[in-house]
């Protein structure tokens, strides 16, 4: 089965510093692989996806995200973090078995401090 | 813009109780989506519609149900409401199986 891991419940980092957060992915074949975030009290809205092609991905809001192959990760990232960037982020992968639904990660947190 | 509503932001209901949550989505889209999300767990699939009158049971359908009479508008019912059912549920919609757009979502607490 498609799945993918969040390995950080949370991630600090300070304004203006570069943000990563982790994914990784268990699949077959080629994964379709996207990333989601959710502000407070809202639902998911859709930041960027790696379907084939480039390895470096770019989206909304300044995020960009890299498929690395070889260690089966889609880590997203932006250079310079805003406070208003702190949010829950979702990695997920498209299930290719039967109806091509998303299969979502537990989420990170994310906090940019002033 | 795209635009998926549901019907509350926030809901309270007692233990047994019928529950309806109601999703309409303005933009013609084929597919739509019920998930609940609880902390720790992310989001899981509980039931989707791929076009009228279908549905298909996600990963955790039990306990729930799911009519789909039009295009647009696709209800998630809790048929006896529990305790455990506590949770925040989201709606979306997709012409595609990929970029899904979400509701706001129902905060649904069964006291």
């Known amino acids: 089965a498609q799945s993918v891991a969040q390995p950080e419940d949370q991630v600090n980092v300070a304004e203006g510093n570069p943000l990563t957060v982790k994914c990784t992915y268990s699949v077959s074949g080629n994964p379709y692989l996207f990333w989601y975030v959710q502000y407070p009290n809202r639902g998911l809205q859709f930041l960027l996806k790696?379907?084939?092609?480039?390895?470096l991905v770019k989206g909304s809001y300044g995020f960009e995200a890299e498929f690395n192959k070889s260690q089966t990760s889609f880590h997203l990232k932006k250079p310079s973090a805003l406070v208003s960037d702190s949010a829950l982020y979702f990695c997920a992968v498209r299930d290719k078995t039967g109806f091509q639904k998303l299969v979502f990660g537990t989420g990170t947190r994310l906090l940019v401090s002033p | 813009d795209v635009k998926v509503t549901q019907s509350s932001r926030y809901l309270v209901k007692r233990t047994g109780e019928k529950v309806f949550l109601e999703c309409v989505q303005d933009m013609d889209h084929e597919n739509m989506f019920w998930y609940r999300q609880d902390p720790g767990l992310g989001l899981r699939l509980i039931y989707f519609?791929?076009?009228?009158?279908?549905?298909e049971k996600g990963d955790i359908p039990e306990g729930y149900s799911v009519s789909r009479e039009k295009k647009e508008r696709f209800s998630l019912i809790l048929e006896s409401a529990s305790t455990n059912q506590t949770s925040m549920y989201l709606c979306?919609?997709?012409?595609?199986?990929?970029?899904?757009?979400f509701g706001p979502g129902t905060r649904l607490t069964v006291l």
């Open positions: 790696y379907i084939t092609g480039d390895n």
């Open positions: 979306a919609s997709s012409p595609t199986a990929d970029t899904q757009y």
């Open positions: 519609s791929y076009d009228v009158k279908m549905k």
